[in-house]
Structure formats: structure tokens, C-alpha cells
């Protein structure tokens, strides 16, 4: 499985090889191939997450209709506190419902 999937990579022209023997940590699939797979599949979602937070907090400061920036009204309710502890009620609500169902 492995081996199928990451030989694909030496495909790209002129670093295809080296990619591939850099993925694998040697000539073939080993046990330092297997690690490096574990530890991105374990770090993956959380880069994601993070990401998709950073997102969210840039989106919520301009917000999505105003890409310029320029102050349009001035009424609006800040993004923390207010949305920021709704958001994080959801988040537990969510997680709560997942440990329950475990």
C-alpha cells in the first residue's frame, strides 16, 4: 500500500526519486517510513483545525462581504467575548455529544 502510493511521487521530474527515498527514510518502506506516516496522520487534523482557526478569526474581523476593510458600520457587537464563547459552547456541546456516543 505504501509503496504504491509514495512510488506516484517519483513521477514529478528531476525530485521525484530523492522525494520518494526522503519519505521513506531510506531505499524502501521500513520502520522510519511508518513513523513519519503515523506522525502525520496525528499532526494532520490538528494543523487543520488550527488553520481553519485562524481562518475563522481573520474571516470574523473583516467579515466576508467587506474584503477591503473599510469601517461600514459601526453598530456591530465585537467578535470576543460575544461569538467567540458561543462558538466555544458549541465546540463543547459537540465534543460532549461525541464522548457520549463512545
Known amino acids: ?8 511521487l ?5 525530485i521525484g526519486n530523492t522525494l520518494v527515498q526522503w519519505i ?3 531505499f524502501s518502506v ?7 506516516f503515523f506522525t502525520f496522520h496525528f499532526l494532520l487534523p490538528f494543523t487543520i483545525m488550527g488553520l481553519t482557526l485562524v481562518h475563522l ?7 466576508s ?22 462558538d466555544l459552547l458549541g465546540i463543547i456541546l459537540m465534543l ?6 463512545t
Not at 1 to 6: E, P
Not at 57 to 63: A, C, R, S, V
Not at 73 to 84: A, G, L, R, V, W
Request: hydrophobic letters at 35%; glycine letters at 8%.
Open 1 to 8: 500500500g505504501a509503496t504504491v502510493i509514495t512510488n506516484l
Open 10 to 14: 517519483s513521477a514529478i521530474p528531476y
Open 24 to 26: 521513506w527514510g531510506g
Open 30 to 36: 521500513d520502520n522510519a517510513t511508518l513513523t513519519r
Open 57 to 63: 478569526l481573520f474571516l470574523h474581523e473583516t467579515g
Open 65 to 86: 462581504n467587506n474584503p477591503t476593510g473599510l469601517n461600514s458600520n459601526t453598530d456591530k457587537i465585537p467578535f470576543h467575548p460575544y461569538f467567540s464563547y458561543k
Open 96 to 101: 460532549a455529544l461525541l464522548l457520549t456516543l
